[in-house]
């Protein structure tokens, strides 16, 4: 069977229960599983559960342990990019970057107890579900017979934690001190220019609600306490103020943010602050992959009943990262960063009912764009 990374063959159905039988003879395995307070299973050679304990079932929701046997780990859990490929999980292009498959097939190439991050996105009663979780495997050997053992520990609060301390300790804390200066230089500067300074200053100032406001949204939105505020908009008016408020950000420093001339003005409704903030990331993202005097380019057209805002930039994205692209905590900017791609599926899709998502080539550029619905 073909793969694209890990290795595609299954053992039999009957192979799985006799390991199964085998391994429950061994004294207080089963009380020692289900005392654990977090995921833990037992794996075969070929990555297939052949044991587990009732934490596991619990959160598949399952009560019969058959339902759980033979399937590998993301298929059980329900991985989204786990049924890409006929081979299953560990088989598809986006499992190369899977710390869990990758903590399994380490430590049995090398017979050593392996740790490692893990972003994770499932599909729980039709809807993504992300989850930051640290994976372990653990070699043991049985009746000749060689497993793995494979636990989980989810990690989403501490992520998230380091994540918002990141953006108030460090990126809100740098924009207010950039306010700071600005109030201790105004006097000095001279009256005619002091119009653009205030600009400037407001812009800072706004970058703080900024920040505040979505990680307020995002907290709102993963609780499920996030409501949604119908109102009409009109696409062109709606572009070309975020194109207007985002020009004295920092990071658009000596760059352009421009609206496309054949956008289109289109009547629509939608919630216009969670669809600002998930334009504003994208135009965010784009001018941090763009250099001085490249341009970033906004547009809103019309597909049949959809309409179509889209963020361009020049810059082409490599595969090893545009296949974690919308993983929570993950960032091409360091650690403890990494909720901007993820906030725009979670407000884009979740709450607005959209599709988000890129098109990316070396000669094209990049294009993030959210499709809503006309109503």
């Known amino acids: 069977m073909e793969t694209k990374f890990a290795p595609a063959e299954r053992s039999s159905y009957f192979d799985i229960i006799q390991s199964n039988i085998s391994l429950d003879k061994i004294t207080y395995l089963n009380e020692i599983f289900c005392s654990l307070s977090f995921i833990f299973c037992i794996l075969n050679e070929n990555r297939q559960i052949v044991y587990t304990n009732d934490i596991l079932m619990k959160t598949l929701e399952v009560e019969d342990v058959e339902q759980v046997l033979g399937q590998r780990f993301g298929e059980a859990i329900n991985c989204r990019f786990s049924f890409e490929e006929k081979g299953g999980c560990g088989t598809s292009e986006h499992c190369r970057y899977c710390g869990a498959v990758n903590s399994m ?32 495997a653990t070699p043991f050997v049985h009746e000749n017979s060689t497993y793995t053992i494979f636990s989980l520990v989810d990690i989403t609060d501490r992520k998230r934690r380091a994540i918002i301390e990141k953006i108030f300790f460090h990126d809100v804390l740098n924009v207010a001190s950039g306010l700071q200066g600005f109030f201790e230089i105004f006097d000095s500067i001279e009256k005619d220019e002091q119009k653009e300074f205030i600009e400037m200053g407001a812009s800072l100032c706004q970058q703080i609600i900024d920040e505040i406001g979505m990680q307020r949204l995002l907290t709102q939105a993963e609780n499920e306490k996030l409501k949604v505020d119908y109102q009409i908009i009109e696409s062109l008016a709606f572009i070309k103020q975020i194109a207007n408020e985002l020009q004295f950000l920092s990071v658009a420093k000596g760059k352009n943010i421009v609206v496309d001339e054949d956008s289109a003005n289109i009547r629509l409704e939608s919630d216009p602050t969670l669809l600002r903030r998930v334009l504003n990331n994208m135009v965010k993202n784009a001018l941090e992959a763009s250099n001085e005097g490249e341009t970033v380019t906004l547009n809103a057209i019309q597909i049949g009943s959809q309409v179509k805002f889209s963020v361009h930039n020049p810059k082409f994205i490599p595969r090893d990262v545009e296949m974690q692209v919308f993983m929570r905590s993950f960032s091409t900017k360091g650690t403890q960063r990494g909720l901007g791609t993820y906030s725009m599926k979670i407000l884009g899709e979740k709450h607005l009912g959209g599709v988000v998502d890129f098109e990316t080539s070396v000669n094209k550029g990049t294009t993030f764009f959210i499709s809503l619905k006309e109503k």
């Open 105 to 136: 097939l380490e430590c049995q190439k090398t017979g050593v107890k392996t740790t490692k991050e893990c972003r994770i996105r499932r599909i729980v009663k039709g809807s993504e579900d992300f989850l930051d979780v640290e994976v372990t």
